[in-house]
């Protein structure tokens, strides 16, 4: 046998083996992960002014995205503070995100607000927190309780610390009834 019989017999024979021998490629592999980059536990963050703390960011479990966006699947809770440092206004959800690039909060689930001040609460099942604009405000049903009324309605826009507040379709108020909770 000659040199070019065996070098062709050879690359004949791979070329035969390395096509039995081909996968399927399983296209998922090459997809683009969109799962979260890090998750942190018993997370705690505030945001302060002047060396007093303003805001206090709570939630058992955050995960971040390449994005910056991040998720806490497991609630959240956010407080708010006066120039004394004293509580004013509370919001809890079920459920919360971060939007980086709109640098805004949105809370899903079971939604409440509470000022502290003024002994009134909000409930929803979504709200929105601009920090930039420091407001409050969903498009879902809404209610807000204080201690003589009670006020149901579609939409809400409300200064972050719920001092003031627009009901944009209001369909049911009332007054508490004495021993009424």
């Not at 399983?26 to 998750?39: H, K, L, Q, R």
């Not at 120039?83 to 079971?110: P, Q």
């Not at 149901?152 to 003031?164: I, Q, S, Y």
Request: net charge negative; proline share 3%; with cysteine.
């Amino acid at each position: 046998m000659t040199w070019k019989k065996i070098t062709f017999l050879h690359l004949f024979g791979l070329l035969v083996l390395a096509g039995a021998c081909k996968d399927e490629v399983d296209p998922s592999m090459f997809e683009i992960y969109t799962g979260p980059i890090s998750t942190g536990y018993d997370v705690n963050l505030y945001h302060s002014d002047s060396a007093i703390v303003r805001i206090h960011l709570q939630a058992k479990k955050q995960l971040e995205f390449d994005t910056g966006d991040q998720e806490f699947p497991e609630g959240i809770d956010i407080t708010f503070f006066d120039e004394n440092g004293t509580i004013t206004t509370t919001i809890r959800a079920d459920k919360g995100f971060y939007m980086r690039n709109d640098n805004l909060y949105r809370g899903e689930g079971d939604v409440q607000v509470k000022n502290l001040e003024k002994e009134q609460s909000l409930s929803s099942e979504e709200m929105f927190w601009d920090p930039n604009a420091q407001k409050i405000y969903t498009e879902k049903f809404v209610t807000v309780t204080d201690k003589k009324t009670i006020i149901k309605g579609t939409g809400l826009e409300a200064d972050e610390g719920f001092n003031e507040y627009k009901i944009f379709k209001p369909f049911d108020s009332r007054m508490i009834i004495p021993g009424e909770n």
